[in-house]
């Protein structure tokens, strides 16, 4: 019995010491399975500023899609919810894990020196995407990738005076109201300008500008309460597509029609982005008349910019994307601005089947 007993216990205690060896070795694997992973892939830390809208939808599977551990990358994604402190913490955490890159997608452009003057201090570059940052140094970032947003919006507004002007309705007949994007954003402030700007050089009544803080919920609601208080609004500038299905939605409820006809009592709303499938559709339909696209496809952009680095050369400091503008309407078919003559796109399905966002 005795011996029995031992031999069970010295059995017992061998399989407890080759666990307790196994679960070290483990462990060891694990560590040195992380050191491999941040060895052989580049670390890019990406803050995205939130999910407010399909271009944004459009713009993160762009980025996941280039920085994918086939393409010898490990993103962090962290997504910011439209507040700025929460991308700030994201990317103290991102120089906390010594990423080899910092990617940011700014909600608002000011507010970012201390945060982007430690990132600097601790050696790492950040690339700045979509909206811009306005810093006191521009050597707190290597580079911008991303969109002329005043440029889209005085497409936008010379677009419409030249609808105008071709439809023969004066100036002072045209009552905008302008729904905007999230206000102290490069994408609001320059659409903003745009408008504002044109409307002061033709005389057109500008009513009111309000954020609609570039979501569908926010565009319906801000919608709602402007045509409470004005009963003449025949352009709805919306600062983007989301905001202007919002804005729809609120037209069609209180029981008026959208559309490119305003000397017949239609309400034109004008948009920005061009995601499809809805945004453009709704050209087709003459439910949106104009829309000024911004391309979100920053993914291959931003690896372009990684890789530039990585092969030790100087990216350019800003990299504007190239833009179209779209119409179903074929009253306006190109458009000069500076002396830089733009064609407008007239939209047809194939066109719209063709594109790849
Ligand atoms: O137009 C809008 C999004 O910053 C360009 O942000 C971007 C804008 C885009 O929410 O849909």
Known sequence: MKKSLAIIIILILCILAISCG????????????????????????????????????????????AFTTENGYKLIFEDGQQKQTNQITAIRTFIQQEVDYIVLAPVTETGWDTVLQEAKDAGIPVIIVDRMVDVSDDSLFTCWVGSAFELEGKKMAEWLKQYTLKEKIEPSDIHIVNIQGTIGASAQIGRTKGLADAA?????????????????????????????????????????????????????????????????????????????????NYVLQDKTTCIAECNPLHGPRVKAIIEALEAGSTPE?????????????????????????????????????????
Request: charged letters at 30%.
């Open 317 to 357: 400091k800003y990299s504007y994307v190239d833009e179209e503008i779209y119409s179903a309407s074929e009253v306006v078919k190109n458009l000069s601005l500076d002396g830089i003559n733009y064609d407008v796109t007239i939209l047809t399905q194939d066109i719209i089947d063709q594109r790849s966002y």
């Open 22 to 65: 196994g679960s070290f070795s483990s462990k060891e694997e694990a560590v040195n399975v992380e050191e491999t992973v941040s060895d052989e892939y580049i670390v890019v830390g990406f803050s995205q500023l939130g999910a407010e809208s399909d271009w944004r939808s459009a713009n993160t599977e762009s980025m996941k899609s």
């Open 200 to 280: 002061t050089e033709n005389g057109w009544d500008l009513m009111a500008e309000v954020t609609g803080d570039f979501t569908q919920a926010k565009g319906k609601e801000v919608m709602e309460s402007l045509l409470k208080r004005y009963d003449n609004i025949n352009v709805v500038y919306c600062e983007n597509d989301n905001e202007a299905f919002g804005a729809i939605e609120a037209i069609e409820e209180a029981g008026k029609k959208t559309g490119s006809d305003i000397a017949n009592g239609e309400i034109m709303v004008l948009s920005f982005d061009g995601v499809k499938e809805d945004a453009m």
